[in-house]
């Protein structure tokens, strides 16, 4: 059974960090490409970051470009999200997802494994 679980949310004040990981078992992340998405309350899932199997490529959604940085260790079989100077408008639970295809993908329907997500939540 396949699972992706994410940990290393909470509480932080505005300008501040937070690291975020997902673990996954029964699943070899090496083989997919890994996203971060994030749903705010009566809100859409948003696209975040997303990293290729290799680690080679990444894309990130303009909001938290020059602030987040994702990464993957394919050997820990996790996946990373660094995030710094941290907004309100941040706030959200975080998901990592898996996805088998190719290219690089924002869209969270082409997703096919999903953690069940991290509240992070940035007070101002």
């Known amino acids: 059974q396949w699972q992706l679980v994410e940990s290393g949310g909470g509480m932080v004040q505005a300008g501040g960090s937070l690291r975020l990981s997902c673990a996954a078992s029964g699943l070899t992340i090496s083989y997919y490409s890994m996203g971060w998405f994030r749903q705010a309350p009566g809100k859409e899932r948003e696209f975040v970051a997303v990293?290729?199997?290799?680690?080679?490529?990444?894309i990130y959604a303009d909001s938290v470009k020059g602030r987040f940085t994702i990464s993957r260790d394919n050997a820990k079989n996790t996946v990373s999200l660094q995030m710094n100077d941290l907004k309100p408008e941040d706030t959200a639970v975080y998901l990592c997802a898996a996805d088998p295809g190719t290219p690089l993908q924002t869209a969270p329907d082409l997703y096919k494994y999903w953690g069940q997500g991290t509240q992070v939540t940035v007070s101002s």
């Open positions: 990293i290729s199997w290799s680690g080679g490529s990444t």
